[in-house]
């Protein structure tokens, strides 16, 4: 396969008067011009001064000396002068002006690109505008009226803006164009170089004049990289512009394009692929390079549609591509790096010097953060979750010792007044993530290297003169900035795999070419509008609209596939958003045009069916049983094995407990201790007394606040006065309330005393098939006596049927979790009661969801007293439960819940 480049080439080096040192040689990118100077090598066997290779930018700027200005920059150079041609009483805030400049300064790019006299463009433009506010009935608002005035002022601000950075000596990329189309010919007369022109396609007007200018003065000669079943195919869009500039341009009248190859004619093995998802066409790639030879792969391209397919890409590698080259950059906004600053442009946010936890946890986790501030950034952690922390004041946390920490911590969480006091912060702070720490991290010190350099950027260009008065603004300037910045990757443009975008293969040739995403909306692009200019008013004045750009596609999309030998085609057959799953319009028109190899691939997809987990019982799990057996099994503990053995495992055997957090909104099981608590400490002075109802109305008025109390011990440092926490409140409140009720509506002709309230019981059980001693233990909520009858009592919180306590079957009482409930009350009458209390002891559970049902006593069939013969049958089932529990032959079995 013989490349575009080496053709030309071989065209030039034909020509025994063609000289090196006379000639610039002018492709559309550097890369381009890398390759040709390689190229160069391998062609020119003689000692030769390496000719002058620029890009179609670089000779630009040789042309103008120009400095070139930014997209940001340039929006902040038009608002200076938007500040001196619009008069107050019309000009808006910076914020609601950069909504509209980006727009702006693209079509004065796509203006001065094509040419286009602004005076005579904008007077048509405005007139349409007003044309589309008319009205034969009610007179224009001030609204319409200040809209339209708008439109009359562009040509001036355009004017004045242009004059004002070419004063300067700075231009944005348009104005290069027109300022270079105008100065060719005093550039031409001043050197004595001619200028090849290599592989270009679309060109704009500024470089049409200039190419021109140069051919008229036989300074030059241009290379078109198009093939014959193109250029005379009037219908194939792969050659519209050239085949418009051959016909147009009065060079090509006396030198018709002649010997164009045919390329594309050649066999080719192209092979079409639908693949679901980015995953899938990764994992397909490294397939298809797998099986290259190893002399192939450095003649090979992966062209990526979809930048999100890189990361996937780079760890889907096979083996045997060892080397491998990424043109496209990575962007700056996809490193780990970027979802910190944007956690501290969000903390600007906040209108109160509290901070909220979520922001300051999202920073103290961060990754660079831990590299250098690990130990302090966990204690901070702790201290806040064990503190629940909701809201924090900055004072709070940076109580540390380590002052370059509590450095870290003001620079990262303080409220700045200013725009320019927060770019100084943040490069403060990326100056302490430098630290010598991280002097073995190359790719996270480039991260930092390339945030800092962003920063002072922004810095520079707000010191020179700051319309942004507000971290909001600064943040989309930012965000704006971010997308335009990349990390370069280091890599050999000739050797090894080379992973792409599509505008980084024009001029370049590969024997096997793999392309991606080729899907609707991504190839070509969807028909994106941002610009004022409606479509009429481009096609009068030749200005580029969605039709060229797609031609634009179609010939980069065609030129890939002229020299290459096999192509693989693939795209995402998946319907995850609009147009998604549906292939290009170039694959439809390759399927008429030739013979392709087509097939679906998709993941093979293994069934799997959920293996029930089984831990068998080793010695040191035995061991730590009978310690535990020792120490007491709590009611809990044996529900929880009832329920599933494996997690009993993982709780009580492995210590495994559920990750502490901050509770932003009351958790259930904290509402429950809050009510608990609060009833323990109501009725705590009644203890060894009979309740009458003054005691109750009492009670009644210290609820409230007991409540409260309980709330701050145990919900800590949390807002409880506003949100969903106001409503728990409320609700803990309500549920004292109505058992206070209920309790005295129960004193109506009945005798309750209180014999204990959260009293800790321990029994030691005798298990004849155990040799280990085995205790029971737990906290009874409350023991009183209801007209003699002994009543122990368990609060829920949640709610609980009368049905949850009655137990109709004994086997299943130690098996089934819905018999948990009984279970647990039945463990308590078990450490509670002597032989002599049974016939005299109820059982029973109190359910703040179900009040108005009163105690739900235990009870089997209509029996709700607790007899010898129950807790005959409930010992045989608890000792059944603690038997299998230590039983080494018996293991963990999960179970299905």
């Given amino acids: 396969m013989k490349t575009f480049i080496e053709e030309t080439l071989d065209h030039l080096l034909s020509n025994p008067s063609f000289d090196f040192s006379k000639t610039t040689f002018i492709l559309p990118s550097k890369r381009a011009g890398n390759f040709l100077k390689q190229v160069i090598k391998a062609k020119v066997h003689t000692t030769i001064f390496m000719p002058e290779v620029l890009s179609t930018e670089d000779f630009i700027a040789q042309i103008t000396g120009l400095i070139p200005l930014d997209n940001t920059s340039s929006i902040f150079k038009l608002y200076q002068t938007y500040k001196k041609t619009i008069d107050k009483e019309h000009q808006e805030s910076f914020d609601s002006f950069y909504a509209w400049a980006q727009t702006l300064i693209y079509d004065f790019n796509e203006i001065d690109r094509y040419l286009i006299d602004a005076d005579h463009f904008f007077s048509y433009l405005s007139r349409i505008q007003d044309i589309n506010h008319w009205s034969k009935g009610e007179n224009q608002t001030d609204l319409v009226k200040n809209y339209l005035w708008f439109w009359k002022q562009l040509p001036q601000l355009y004017k004045n803006f242009t004059q004002h950075i070419l004063e300067e000596g700075k231009a944005y990329q348009g104005l290069m164009y027109r300022e270079a189309s105008e100065k060719i010919g005093n550039y031409v007369k001043q050197t004595d170089q001619n200028y090849i022109f290599i592989g270009f396609n679309a060109l704009n007007t500024a470089e049409q004049q200039l190419i021109q200018h140069v051919l008229k003065e036989e300074r030059g000669e241009i290379f078109w990289d198009v093939d014959h079943a193109f250029y005379h195919n009037p219908n194939h869009e792969a050659s519209l512009f050239i085949r418009n500039y051959v016909k147009n341009w009065d060079y090509f009248k006396e030198n018709p394009l002649q010997d164009l190859p045919k390329n594309y004619e050649q066999p080719k093995q192209i092979e079409l692929i639908g693949i ?37 890409l780079l760890n889907s590698l096979p083996e045997n591509v060892e080397k491998i080259n990424i043109t496209m950059g990575l962007p700056l906004g996809d490193t780990p790096l970027a979802s910190l600053f944007e956690s501290l442009f969000k903390i600007q946010e906040r209108e109160e010097d509290q901070l909220y936890f979520k922001w300051v946890l999202e920073v103290l986790k961060h990754p660079f953060v831990l ?34 920490f509590n450095e870290f911590l003001e620079l990262a969480f303080h409220l700045h007044a200013s725009t320019q006091s927060f770019i100084d912060a943040m490069i403060q702070l990326i100056q302490i993530l430098r630290g010598k720490e991280m002097k073995d991290y190359a790719l996270e010190t480039e991260y930092l290297f390339h945030f800092n350099k962003l920063f002072v950027q922004l810095k520079n260009i ?27 990757f280091a890599g050999s443009p000739f050797d090894g795999l080379q992973l792409m975008g599509m505008l980084e293969t024009r001029v370049i040739d590969y024997k096997n070419v793999i392309l991606t995403s080729v899907n609707e909306g991504v190839l070509p692009a969807g028909k994106s509008n941002n610009s004022f200019i409606p479509y009429d008013l481009k096609k009068e004045y030749g200005l580029p609209t969605y039709k060229e750009k797609d031609a634009v596609y179609t010939y980069h999309f065609y030129r890939l596939m002229q020299r290459a030998e096999n192509i693989h085609i693939l795209y995402n057959t998946e319907q995850d958003g609009l147009n998604a799953g549906e292939k290009s319009r170039f694959i439809t028109q390759l399927e008429v045009e030739r013979k392709l190899t087509s097939a679906f691939v998709n993941p093979k997809v293994p069934s799997i069916s959920h293996q029930l987990i089984e831990i068998a019982k080793t010695p040191e799990v035995i061991q730590k049983l009978e310690k535990l057996a020792a120490y007491g099994f709590s009611p809990s503990a044996l529900t929880t094995y009832i329920r599933n053995p494996l997690d009993f495992y993982k709780r009580y055997v492995l210590g495994i407990k559920d990750e502490q957090a901050v509770e932003e909104t009351v958790a259930a099981n904290t509402l429950g201790t809050i009510i608990h608590d609060s009833l323990e400490h109501l009725f705590l002075p009644y203890v060894g007394k009979e309740i009458r109802k003054e ?28 949100g969903k926490n106001l409503l728990i409140h409320e609700v803990a409140k309500r549920y004292l309330y109505n058992f206070l009720q209920s309790e005295k509506k129960e004193l109506e002709g009945h005798s309750v005393k209180i014999i204990s309230l959260e009293a800790e019981e321990k029994i030691a059980l005798n298990i004849p098939q155990l040799q280990v001693l085995v205790s029971i233990k737990g906290k009874v909520d409350r023991l009183d006596s209801f007209d003699g009858i002994t009543r122990i009592i368990d609060y829920k919180t949640g709610k609980v049927m009368a049905s949850d306590v009655s137990i109709k079957d004994w086997d299943l009482l130690g098996t089934d979790y819905k018999y948990s409930k009984a279970f647990q009350v039945l463990c308590y009458a078990k450490m509670i009661l002597k032989e002599e209390d049974y016939d005299k002891a109820q059982g029973g559970i109190i359910s703040f969801k179900n009040l108005k049902s009163g105690f739900l006593a235990l009870k089997e069939g209509k029996e709700t007293l607790i007899t010898a013969e129950t807790m005959r049958k409930f010992d045989e089932v608890l000792n059944n439960v603690i038997i299998e529990i230590l039983n080494p032959d018996i293991p963990f079995k999960e179970k299905e819940v």
């Avoid at 490294?286 to 290259?292: P, V």
């Avoid at 130990?375 to 629940?388: A, C, G, R, T, V």
Wanted: no cysteine; proline share 5%; aromatic share 6%.
């Fill in 276 to 312: 679901p998802k980015n995953v899938g066409q990764a994992k397909y790639i490294a397939q298809i390079l797998k099986e290259l030879p190893p002399e192939e792969i450095s003649q090979t391209a992966v062209v990526l549609n979809d930048e999100g397919l890189l990361p996937v």
């Fill in 371 to 404: 590299q250098i501030f690990s130990s302090e950034s966990e204690q901070l952690q702790k201290k806040i979750i064990e503190s629940n922390l909701v809201f924090i004041a900055l004072d709070t946390i940076k109580d540390t010792k380590n002052a370059e």
């Fill in 462 to 488: 707000l010191q020179e003169q700051s319309p942004v008065d507000h971290i909001k603004v600064l943040y989309k300037i930012y965000r704006d900035s971010l997308s335009s910045q990349s990390l370069d």
């Fill in 695 to 722: 005691d109750i109305d009492q009670l009644f008025k210290l609820s409230d606040q007991e409540v409260l109390t309980q709330f701050k011990n145990v919900y800590k440092n949390a807002p409880i006065h506003k």
